[in-house]
């Protein structure tokens, strides 16, 4: 049989930008390639795979549609065109005519009825062709036939599929595929906006079509049905019927099928080699090109495939750019040769160690029973410090007995001659810290590394396996399961399984690192963060996770209780208000009784689904209105303060230590600051007094101790002073003065005694609002004033701070230049919107350029404030202890002797973290709760 392959252009590119979303290919001039890219590699992957007879490959055009014309409302919610892809089609359609495919348009008409239209006359004109529609659109199954198929393509380690009629009708769950179009007509479509019948998802689908057989049918027989189905079905019966026509793929467009034209033949070098070339495509151009050889689109005509190109889909993708993730199969443990070996028993765990402590660095991994580090117990550990070859050391579940085994390998963890590579190196350490072992010497994180490299992009082994080696590592959910409740336990995996699981995880760890740093050595600044600031805060962190804050179980018991007697008194006045009881959690509900009973707002937006959008910025808005929308708002906080935090924080108490154990990620945002989870810091309340009574459940350790914090005051402030060098902020903050106060009396023109509380918050809000490049729009919405007023207060301020203007300026300048921004230690903030044609886009790069150094640069000085106060704690052999540090501040468990020693000393050492040529304060407090002390 010969083979058609047909390509959805569109949907093919939109995958391939989509994919590419975290770790796009930007070339020398600032050209985003990666939708070319990505569809170059599906192409080819298709040639060199499958050796297609015919080829072509069909567009859509801006012309509309008949859809259009009766539907207006067709695509139309869509969001605009990525101005990458759009850049990226000219390019697509010139590679195209470079390989020498036909391009297969006509206005007025969709690539899918142009595919739809040419692959029912193949089979109809030649009874030895078989059509392959690739695509990932699933309407295509409407189209499938013996001979037309569904080729799905490969996508993120998820192989090929091919669907024939049997394969569609297993997925729909349908008996034969014209039913596509009934589930299509019923279920509508939320991507082309294609209404479907309300209330119907697929599972109502399923059953209706299964008993009716087509939309008709059931539209027909409404009497058999009850209740809201039967209601939607009868209001809504002419939507269905236009559902079904627009999810109709036509098969009679007015085209031609002209078999000979679509003939594959090899692609024109001419056109093909200078166009790789323009897009830095130079070792795909090497791979497919080869010396002289063509490339090879057909098996019947053409010669054979070169020899250089028969490992194009094998092999790792790197271009003088950097790695990327393949499109393409990875290499895995099944198909790449390896040693691991289990080392089993005392003698040869001190076998192993007589190897390991030879070298100068050695990579490992521990297998545990928790994600908890203070929790956990090992299961084993694993050893690499050659590529390809491993060490699994299995531990008995008896914990008397895994101490006795671990001992020994203190010689090697404790060892300062050998540096530890580790993925995540601070659980590592935290476990191993629960046996006595202390990690010394050098460490190195490959997760910190990439983090540096790449700050927006993902840092997990596999991630960085797949871009860097292009190899699929094992996945654990294939050793125990996916997450949840019916998760496996570690100590389950049959003992063979686990050990080429870990070894692998310390190989493939291993073979990362040469990579990273072939990349952080182009980059001083970024080495030097990685080596003096993230790997020595590792350390810290793990200590304060250690270590566990204390919570007061029977206040935050009593507040729950007093929570929930405050949501039935606010519940019942919402319902005094609405006139009725109903659902206040559900939008649904909540929007009919706010706009179309009460009647609040009559220009009320909805969101795609037809429901009302009743979001805290919108009920913000009404709060003057009608008391219903602050109630509304009240109930809403009332609610989260219990569930998120009152009644959670006592669930994630550790039985082992009694304590509450966050975990700090360094890895996460983009502008270097920390966050945390179990539970995230970051987010408990502060705005509100119901939200800072939270504060009041974190307690000291015993009444031998206080909380003491310790918070940078208006840090971002002064750093941005001390970037702009604007006289007049500087001034104000060395002198000690309040900087909101001297702002307002600049802004509007009066004597420092003379400004009220009313300027000092307008100030205050456009001091803030500055770093984060408020608009006069933001800035009015935020304090409640006109555009008009708000355009003239910051005109005024940059008339008054003239150097903070330049430096905003000098920033977006900068990062038009470099691609980057940086903090004051060199951490980057990678830009690549800041050039782009779209104004939101550009404006929200243009935004960060000017906070990310600032930012950032907080985040680097409390990174190293951290690690002085901790080492100084360790040094001087101290009881109090770091617990917490959330946002600007870091918080202590003191002990009430040393209290009036470690308040100056912490004092001290945050001011004088890093020399910023202005005035540093922090608000130190004292309290038997951290809300006290705060």
Same mark, same amino acid.
């Given at each position: ?48 795979? %499958? ?88 309407? *295509? ?72 057989? #087509? ?20 209001? @809504? ?19 031609? *099928? ?29 791979? $497919? ?20 190109? =028969?490992?194009?889909?094998?092999? #790792? ?22 040693? @691991? ?35 956990? %117990? ?14 699994? $050391? ?35 350490? !935290? ?39 292009? +190899? ?35 190989? &493939? ?21 990685? /080596? ?87 009920? !913000?808005?009404?709060?003057?209105? /009608? ?47 920390? #966050? ?9 309340? &502060? ?11 974190? =307690? ?11 918070? *940078? !005051? ?25 900087? /909101? ?88 903030? +990678? ?55 959330? /946002? ?10 040393? $209290? ?35």
């Amino acid at each position: 049989m010969k083979k058609l392959f047909l390509f959805d252009a569109m949907a093919l590119i939109y995958r391939a930008h989509f994919a590419f979303a975290k770790t796009p290919r930007i070339s020398s001039k600032g050209l985003n390639t990666s939708a070319v890219f990505g569809f170059a590699n599906t192409i080819l992957e298709v040639i060199q795979k %499958e050796k297609p007879d015919y080829l072509g490959v069909a567009f859509d055009t801006p012309a509309p549609t008949f859809r259009h014309v009766d539907f207006p409302a067709y695509k139309a919610q869509r969001q605009e065109q990525p101005e990458d892809i759009t850049v990226a089609i000219p390019y697509v359609k010139k590679l195209v005519e470079a390989m020498d495919i036909p391009l297969l348009i006509l206005d007025g008409y969709e690539a899918d009825d142009i595919i739809g239209t040419i692959a029912k006359k193949a089979v109809q004109a030649n009874p030895e062709i078989v059509v392959y529609m690739m695509t990932p659109d699933k309407d *295509y199954g409407q189209l499938v036939e013996e001979r037309i198929k569904m080729y799905k393509p490969a996508f993120m380690g998820k192989g090929v599929e091919v669907l024939g009629p049997k394969e569609v009708c297993e997925k729909w769950d349908i008996q034969n595929v014209d039913q596509v179009i009934d589930m299509l007509s019923l279920m509508g479509d939320a991507v082309d906006n294609i209404p479907g019948i309300p209330g119907v998802g697929e599972k109502t689908a399923q059953k209706l079509i299964a008993e009716y057989g #087509s939309l008709e049918n059931l539209l027909a027989n409404t009497a058999d049905l009850k209740g809201k189905l039967k209601e939607n079905l009868e209001n @809504y019966a002419e939507q269905g019927r236009m559902s079904k026509h627009l999810a109709r793929i036509l098969c009679e467009v007015p085209i031609d *099928y002209q078999e000979e034209r679509l003939l594959a033949t090899p692609a024109k070098r001419d056109l093909l080699e200078p166009l790789l070339e323009e897009l830095e495509f130079r070792t795909l151009k090497k791979r $497919i090109l080869g010396e002289e050889s063509p490339v090879v689109v057909t098996k019947s005509k053409a010669p054979k495939v070169a020899s250089n190109q =028969i490992d194009l889909f094998a092999s #790792s993708i790197e271009e003088e750019t950097g790695p990327e993730p393949s499109f393409t199969n990875h290499k895995n443990l099944q198909s790449t040769a390896h040693q @691991y070996h289990l080392v089993q028993g005392l003698a040869a765990v001190k076998q192993l160690i007589q190897y390991l402590t030879r070298q100068t660095s050695v990579c490992f991994d521990t297998e545990t029973t928790s994600l908890l580090a203070v929790e956990a %117990e090992l299961v084993g550990i694993s050893f690499a410090y050659r590529t390809g070859e491993a060490f699994y $050391i299995p531990f008995p579940a008896d914990q008397t007995e895994a101490k006795e085994l671990l001992e020994p390998l203190k010689e090697v963890f404790e060892n300062e001659k050998i540096q530890k590579i580790a993925q995540n190196i601070k659980y590592d350490m !935290s476990v191993l810290a629960n046996y006595g072992i202390e990690i010394k010497g050098e460490i190195y994180d490959t997760m910190l590394a990439h983090y540096l490299i790449e700050p927006e992009k993902r840092h997990n082994m596999d991630a960085l396996s797949l871009a860097y080696l292009n +190899y699929e590592p094992l996945s654990i959910e294939e050793l125990i399961g996916k997450k949840g409740a019916k998760q496996g336990n570690m100590r389950d995996v049959e003992l063979n399984l686990i050990k080429e699981y870990a070894a692998e995880d310390a190989d &493939i760890t291993l073979q990362l690192k040469p990579h990273l740093d072939k990349v952080l050595d182009k980059n001083p600044k970024g080495k030097t963060l990685l /080596h003096e600031l993230e790997m020595p805060l590792t350390r810290v962190l793990s200590a304060i996770e250690r270590e566990g804050v204390n919570l007061d179980i029977p206040f935050l018991k009593e507040m729950s209780n007093t929570l929930e007697s405050d949501v039935k008194i606010v519940q019942e006045r919402i319902y005094e208000l609405a006139g009725k009881q109903f659902n206040i959690a559900s939008p649904k509900q909540l929007g009919e009784i706010l706009f179309e009973k009460l009647k609040l707002d009559p220009k009320a937006k909805k969101t795609k689904t037809g429901q009302y959008m009743t979001g805290e910025e919108i009920l !913000s808005k009404m709060d003057a209105e /009608h008391e219903i929308a602050s109630k509304i708002l009240d109930f809403r906080e009332l609610q989260k303060l219990k569930s998120t935090y009152v009644d959670a924080l006592p669930q994630l108490i550790c039985a082992k230590t009694g304590r509450i154990h966050t975990s700090f990620m360094q890895a996460v945002t983009a502008t270097g600051r920390l #966050s945390s989870k179990d539970p995230n810091l970051q987010n408990i309340p &502060i705005r509100t007094a119901r939200g800072r009574e939270i504060r009041k459940a974190f =307690i000291p350790r015993n009444e031998d101790y206080q909380i003491l914090s310790a918070d *940078y !005051s208006q840090i971002e402030l002064r750093i941005m002073a001390a970037f702009s060098q604007d006289d007049s902020m500087l001034d104000a903050f060395n002198k000690g003065q309040d900087v /909101h106060k001297a702002t307002a009396a600049k802004v509007f023109g009066v004597a420092l005694e003379d400004v009220d509380s009313d300027m000092r918050r307008k100030a205050k809000t456009v001091n803030f609002g500055i770093i984060y490049g408020v608009s006069a729009f933001g800035l009015a919405e935020q304090i409640g004033i006109s555009r008009t007023e708000a355009k003239e207060i910051i005109e005024q301020y940059f008339v008054q701070f003239p150097k903070v203007k330049q430096f905003m300026d000098q920033s977006i300048h900068q990062a038009r230049e470099n691609g980057y921004v940086e903090t004051v230690m060199g951490r980057r903030r +990678y830009l690549r919107d800041i050039l782009s044609a779209n104004m939101n886009e550009r404006g929200f790069a243009e935004r960060n350029a000017i906070n990310a150094p600032i930012q950032g640069s907080a985040a680097d000085m409390i990174k190293v404030a951290m690690i002085q106060v901790h080492d100084f704690l360790v040094k001087e052999k101290l009881k109090t202890k770091m617990i917490l540090t959330v /946002h600007d501040e870091l918080v202590f468990d003191a002990h009430k002797d040393e $209290i009036s020693f470690v308040k100056d000393k912490i004092d001290h050492i945050m001011c004088n973290a890093l020399d910023l040529g202005i005035k540093i304060e922090t608000g130190i407090g004292l309290g038997n709760n951290w809300l006290e002390a705060h």
